[in-house]
């Protein structure tokens, strides 16, 4: 299964170089002639949620040259592992509903039933 276009591959080839890869084993190039234009090939699936920071900054920053240290996998005690971005699959998060919540739902079904005097 081809996970990036035909097209982007076959564009890397002729006019990428090659600058590196994550620990993900996503590809990074650059234009070999216009340095500012820089893309990935993703190695399993398309998801930038899922590259590290400091690939994401060499993307969008002006610099052309990669630091030796950009794959160190060095991090704070504070920092958290990134995890990749679960919006919309069975993964997301759903808060519990409260019991709040549920009796004021219960107080408005009884405001809407029909009145009758007795």
């Given at each position: 299964?081809?996970i ?9 080839f ?22 500012k ?47 990749p971005?679960?919006?919309g ?10 019991q ?17 005097p007795?």
């Amino acid at each position: 299964m081809i996970i990036n276009n035909l097209g982007t591959l076959i564009y890397s080839f002729f006019y990428g170089k090659k600058v590196g890869q994550d620990q993900n084993g996503n590809k990074f190039y650059i234009h070999k002639y216009n340095l500012k234009r820089k893309w990935v090939i993703y190695n399993k699936v398309v998801d930038p949620t899922s590259l590290r920071v400091s690939w994401q900054l060499w993307l969008t920053n002006n610099k052309t040259s990669v630091s030796p240290d950009i794959n160190n996998s060095d991090s704070y005690i504070w920092q958290k592992e990134k995890k990749p971005n679960t919006s919309g699959t069975n993964n997301s998060y759903h808060p519990k509903i409260s019991q709040n919540t549920a009796k004021k739902n219960q107080k408005s079904s009884n405001l809407k039933e029909i009145w009758s005097p007795e």
